[in-house]
């Protein structure tokens, strides 16, 4: 996939604005062909060089970016040409939702395996063990504990879940 097509997925958008947040995202939108310095990113988008170097960074601890080093024989400095990597975004993308199944499922389970109270004023939530060592009551305002029925939340995971097998091709 072309990298203005991946650009132009809603999906891909939200998942680069996640990544490197609002200050990084001129930095994700705006790669160049070839190799290029953070200094001259800076330059050409007008951004503080630190929110560039931010950016880079974190777009290089996911496998988006990588670079390479020259030492200036003069000054000894180290410069940076950096490149990135998009090729990579749908195999992170599909990660991070095998991640989400992961977790959603984990959840579920002690959504499921659990008994829960809540306090009416507080909206504070306890487990069964946690309500009886309270005598369930609150033990912020001292209200009486409501016993909590979570099976909505329950079947909302399920929907979830389903719908994320379906997407990755997970059979039950």
């Not at 988006?64 to 975004?89: K, N, Q, V």
């Not at 599909?94 to 499921?112: C, S, V």
């Not at 659990?114 to 309270?134: D, Q, T, W």
Request: negative net charge.
């Amino acid at each position: 996939m072309a990298f203005e097509e991946l650009l132009n997925d809603p999906v891909i958008q939200k998942y680069l604005h996640e990544l490197v947040g609002p200050t990084g995202m001129p930095v994700a939108a705006a790669p160049p062909d070839g190799e290029v310095t953070d200094e001259e990113l800076a330059e050409e988008l007008d951004l503080e060089l630190n929110d560039v170097r931010r950016a880079l960074f974190i777009l290089y601890e996911n496998d988006l970016a990588s670079y390479r080093r020259l030492r200036d024989e003069d000054s000894g400095w180290l410069t940076y040409l950096w490149t990135f990597e998009y090729d990579h975004i749908p195999e992170k993308l599909e990660e991070e939702m095998y991640d989400l199944l992961d977790a959603l499922e984990e959840r579920r389970e002690y959504e499921a395996d659990n008994e829960f109270y809540l306090c009416p004023e507080e909206s504070l939530r306890f487990e069964f063990g946690e309500a009886m060592e309270f005598n369930f009551q609150c033990p912020s305002c001292g209200a009486d504990l409501d016993s909590m029925n979570n099976d909505r939340l329950v079947e909302a995971m399920n929907d979830r879940i389903a719908g994320l097998r379906d997407e990755l091709n997970v059979d039950v």
